[in-house]
């Protein structure tokens, strides 16, 4: 099984609302990323978790809060977004963050809209 | 500072061969990986150079020279499905083994 899925596919929530994005992998990898991509750009790093851990965070902006209960799950919660955080939310897992195979496994993303 | 190049556009015909190349400079060089993304889908692996040279896999190759700081991927016996954003991404091993992205470079075949 060499897949990362993601809930929902399509979100569209208020400024006002509170959501959560799900990722989640069962390929037994201990690091697993979130990223955030806007059209015709790559994709952004905006955190990393490494066996569980918050290693990285890009400097994202508070609103933005990662949570890795175990290591097959990774979420995403979003509260107070503006517009601009309108963009295609990609989680992505790989074995470990310095493994000589370090391939990152990609899921299908979500495609967010805050209005 | 980090600064990966790719052109943005390129344009082949079906059934051709395209080379699109990738010009890095980065601190904490691993290796480079070349990923491939449909609009609207997630990126999925195409190939990663550690060493230098070329590595073959089937209709894609991708080569690497780490001296020169330069990458390339090929693809031959272009097909429409081939359209795509091609991205390169060093892999880095002094910054948490993050990947850098360059900004894509955008293929359109055509017939």
Known sequence: DTEVTQTPKHLVMGMTNKKSLKCEQHMGHRAMYWYKQKAKKPPELMFVYSYEKLSINESVPSRFSPECPNSSLLNLHLHALQPEDSALYLCASSQDRASPSPEQYFGPGTRLTVT | GQNIDQPTEMTATEGAIVQINC?????????????QQHAGEAPTFLS??????????????????????????????????????????????????KLIFGQGTELSVKP
């Open chain 2, 23 to 35: 010009t890095y400079q980065t601190s904490g060089f691993n290796g480079l990986f070349w990923y």
């Open chain 2, 48 to 97: 990663y150079n550690v060493l230098d040279g070329l590595e073959e896999k089937g209709r894609f190759s991708s080569f690497l020279s780490r001296s020169k700081g330069y990458s390339y991927l090929l693809l031959k016996e272009l097909q429409m499905k081939d359209s795509a954003s091609y991205l390169c991404a060093v892999h880095t091993y002094n910054q948490g083994g």
